[in-house]
Nanobody
Framework: QVQLVESGGALVQAGGSLRLSCKASGRPVSSYTMGWFRRAPGKEREFVAAIIWSAGNTYSADFVKGRFTISRDNAKSTVHLQMNSLKPEDTAVYYC?????????WGQGTQVTVSS
């Protein structure tokens, strides 16, 4: 099993920045795709960004391109989501995800609130 613990969520003003972190433990994640999803109040969970751990390839949703960047720290088994130019519509609980061969693990989520 993989345990995922997110951190970094906070209340921030529009235009500000936050850096979310997700630390993985339990087993190596070098074969996994790590990603971030979010769920805004009253909405379905949606994909934000992902990184293929071994290759470093990254993918992101259109609505965050140019603003959010996903990265990994191999030594710390941690994936980061750097969020810049935050908007009120980015307010959501952000969840870390680890996926490999159809098996998925989720973190408990971290709240990001962007005030206008």
């Amino acid at each position: 099993q993989v345990q995922l613990v997110e951190s970094g969520g906070a209340l921030v003003q529009a235009g500000g920045s936050l850096r979310l972190s997700c630390k993985a433990s339990g087993r190596p994640v070098s074969s996994y795709t790590m990603g971030w999803f979010r769920r805004a109040p009253g909405k379905e969970r949606e994909f934000v960004a992902a990184i293929i751990w071994s290759a470093g390839n990254t993918y992101s949703a259109d609505f965050v391109k140019g603003r959010f960047t996903i990265s990994r720290d191999n030594a710390k088994s941690t994936v980061h989501l750097q969020m810049n130019s935050l908007k009120p519509e980015d307010t959501a609980v952000y969840y870390c995800n680890a996926a490999w061969l159809g098996v998925q693990y989720w973190g408990q989520g971290t709240q990001v609130t962007v005030s206008s």
